[in-house]
T-cell receptor
Framework: EPEVTQTPSHQVTQMGQEVILRCVPISNHLYFYWYRQILGQKVEFLVSFYNNEISEKSEIFDDQFSVERPDGSNFTLKIRSTKLEDSAMYFC???????????FGEGSWLTVV | SQQGEEDPQALSIQEGENATMNCSYKTSINNLQWYRQNSGRGLVHLILIRSNEREKHSGRLRVTLDTSKKSSSLLITASRAADTASYFCATASGGSYIPTFGRGTSLIVHP
């Protein structure tokens, strides 16, 4: 069964460094999402992306965050200058055309030290 | 906030028993979805119920939706140790189909 793949599975970075998290959504899906989950807390919506632009974003998704679809397959989340509180699991997800079910990747665990 | 809130926060049962988790939300929804998350893993979609539906089944899962009470329940029958996971409800409302998640119910099934 097709799946959303994410890399890296785990990254440790120093505070202030830039981080890029990568995702390959399922190939025929049109809507892409980033969510995050701080350890032990709820899953929080960050941003949705459709037709090569941001369609919705949450308050969490401030100027430190950006998303891109640099080619036809990859979907990236960039954090420009990481803070300790950015430590979380970041999930990429996608939705098929005419569907409501979100398919999540396994996540990228980011640790900021 | 639109997000669903699950209840109880934690549930511990013996294998073979039924597990019931509840979700409450605050405003009208388009649909409600239940997801499962094994520790440290991604979210796996279990079932979606639309606002005009009252009950859905999928294998050992049964989901109900009461829009008048703004609540949903997830029943897992004949639980197995492998059902041990966190279970989340997610709601979408208004013009947005983006699910927002609650804090989840942590289910432990003892063999």
């Amino acid at each position: 069964e097709p799946e959303v793949t994410q890399t890296p599975s785990h990254q440790v970075t120093q505070m202030g460094q830039e981080v890029i998290l990568r995702c390959v959504p399922i190939s025929n899906h049109l809507y892409f999402y980033w969510y995050r989950q701080i350890l032990g807390q709820k899953v929080e919506f960050l941003v949705s992306f459709y037709n090569n632009e941001i369609s919705e974003k949450s308050e969490i998704f401030d100027d430190q965050f950006s998303v891109e679809r640099p080619d036809g397959s990859n979907f990236t989340l960039k954090i420009r200058s990481t803070k300790l509180e950015d430590s979380a699991m970041y999930f990429c997800a996608s939705i098929p055309p005419y569907g409501n079910t979100i398919y999540f990747g396994e996540g990228s665990w980011l640790t900021v030290v | 906030s639109q997000q669903g809130e699950e209840d109880p926060q934690a549930l511990s049962i013996q294998e073979g028993e039924n597990a019931t988790m509840n979700c409450s939300y605050k405003t009208s929804i388009n649909n409600l979805q239940w997801y499962r998350q094994n520790s440290g893993r991604g979210l796996v979609h279990l079932i979606l119920i639309r606002s005009n539906e009252r009950e859905k089944h999928s294998g050992r899962l049964r989901v109900t939706l009461d829009t008048s009470k703004k609540s949903s329940s997830l029943l897992i029958t004949a639980s197995r140790a492998a059902d041990t996971a966190s279970y989340f409800c997610a709601t979408a409302s208004g013009g947005s189909y983006i699910p927002t998640f609650g804090r989840g119910t942590s289910l432990i099934v003892h063999p």
